[in-house]
């Protein structure tokens, strides 16, 4: 998410003119044509789409319909590639590492050159990374407006859209204790104006969708924190930013993305299901649904796809930030996804729901420090959506085959008539149910045959 000023070291190596980059027709990936697609490349052909053909249909949509490949703006255009260890080591010929508008600039015609050369019709950003603050909120305000008439004209030019956009209320000194759950009102009514802006640009640039992210919502000691004071400024907030939304006629979907830890040690939007219990504590269920990241699902210590299968099976589920993590380091690595399995798992349920739109597969996901090369930006992502298109295929047929989910649909036959009916209905009691067990003693042990389940799976993967 920050910039950085470049070191003596990488102004060097770089040894561009910024300024040819300024230039109208400028090309900021030579060398680099639309990805074709091209079924029959061999394993060392990295810049084409082997198995995501958008047009091609499956199960009545094309794959473009079913997909909703996203490109997000903050890791893709400002990833430096630092961490906790390391200085930067992504160094891009048009970026001079300043936070001068004319960067900004450079940087979102860049990306719009990259969406269009990869293929993929929606993006999504943070307001503070297409952005630069200034002095004040006035001057930042200013300066947003600008990028965000870029922002529209390069959407107009190319035909790429807004699949959603989000407000940073997690970097900035000022919400290092929280943004709607801050202890400081000033903060909060700060935090407050900030989404309201976010708002008016998001129904300006036609965004389907308006993220919400409590990065620094949530505690490190219980000792200073009044719980459930923060939760109920949190509701409050939300209701003011729906109540807002209604007002100017912005049509997106909320969506609440819920992550255990990291930045603070709880986040208060835990998981999906401490997510759904918050919303219907304080009546907002009909308002927002969910944006699920698998890598922060299994930071809570769940598989990869729990999260998307509960929000799914409340009705729930709006959108994915398709990435996936590494479970046994413990921290949020926002990695390409591109394992065919767990794409697998993600594409049942968005084929059981429908579809995601408005949402859609948002790659929410940081090329590795080491990846330096320009080449590598476009074959992480190709690599991850072809990855998502072979999921796409093998949960269609699995769907359409229909020996799955007849077994599952077996397990709980005994709910079709009887006892079961009556349960499944509500139409009982403890009473009756008593009766029921006493006069059939004890109940039969039926194998739940995860094994033989897993085997079908891999018939089809």
């Known amino acids: 998410m920050s910039s950085f000023a470049p070191t003596s070291d990488n102004a060097s190596s770089m040894g561009a003119s910024y300024e040819a980059f300024d230039v109208k027709d400028a090309e900021f990936f030579k060398g680099i044509s639309k990805i074709p697609y091209k079924p029959d490349a061999g394993p060392t052909e990295s810049l084409v789409f082997k198995h995501y053909n958008a047009s091609e249909v499956v199960m009545e949509k094309t794959m473009e319909e079913w997909l909703r490949f996203s490109v997000c703006f903050w890791h893709t255009f400002r990833g ?93 000194p000022r919400y290092m204790n929280g943004a709607s759950t801050n202890p400081d009102a000033h903060v909060f009514a700060y935090a407050a104006a900030q989404v309201k802006k976010g708002l008016d640009v998001a129904l300006k640039l036609g965004a389907e969708n308006f993220v919400f992210w409590g990065g620094r919502e949530g505690f490190h000691s219980m000792l200073n924190t009044n719980v459930r004071s923060e939760l109920d400024h949190m509701a409050t907030f939300f209701r003011l930013a729906v109540a807002y939304k209604k007002k100017i006629g912005f049509k997106g979907v909320f969506l609440i993305e819920p992550k255990p830890k990291e930045p603070t040690k709880h986040q208060y939007d835990y998981d999906a299901m401490t997510v759904i219990a918050f919303l219907r504590t304080y009546g907002l269920e009909k308002e927002i649904k969910l944006n699920i990241e698998p890598n922060h699902t299994t930071l809570a210590g769940h598989s990869y796809e729990h999260d998307i299968v509960m929000s799914s099976a409340y009705n729930m589920l709006g959108s994915i930030d398709s990435n996936t993590g590494s479970p046994d380091l413990g921290w949020d690595t926002d990695q390409f996804p591109m394992d065919v399995k767990n794409a697998t798992f993600v594409m049942q349920v968005v084929l059981r729901q429908g579809g995601l739109q408005p949402g859609g597969l948002n790659f929410d996901c940081k090329v590795r420090r080491e990846s330096t090369a320009l080449k590598d930006m476009f074959i992480s992502h190709i690599g991850a959506m072809d990855t998502f298109a072979r999921g796409l295929k093998v949960a269609a047929n699995i769907f359409k085959d229909g020996a799955m989910s007849k077994h599952v649909e077996d397990r709980y036959q005994s709910y079709r008539s009887g006892i079961g009916a009556k349960i499944e209905s509500g139409d009982t009691s403890l009473e009756e149910l008593e009766a029921f067990a006493l006069s059939q003693g004890e109940p039969e042990r039926i194998s739940g045959q995860q094994e033989h389940y897993e085997t079908m799976l891999n018939f089809y993967v």
Request: glycine share 8%; net charge negative.
């Open 80 to 172: 430096t590639g630092a961490d906790p260890f390391g200085f930067p080591t992504l160094v891009r010929p048009w970026d001079d590492g300043s936070n001068s508008m004319a960067n900004a600039k450079r940087r979102l015609r860049a990306g719009f050159e990259f969406f269009t050369k990869l293929g993929v019709k929606y993006w999504t950003f943070h307001d503070r990374d297409i952005a630069p603050e200034g002095r004040d909120l006035a001057e930042t305000n200013r300066n947003l407006d600008e990028i965000v008439d870029l922002a529209g004209q390069l959407q107009q030019e190319t035909g790429v859209k807004l699949l959603w956009a989000t407000c940073n209320l997690f970097a900035h």
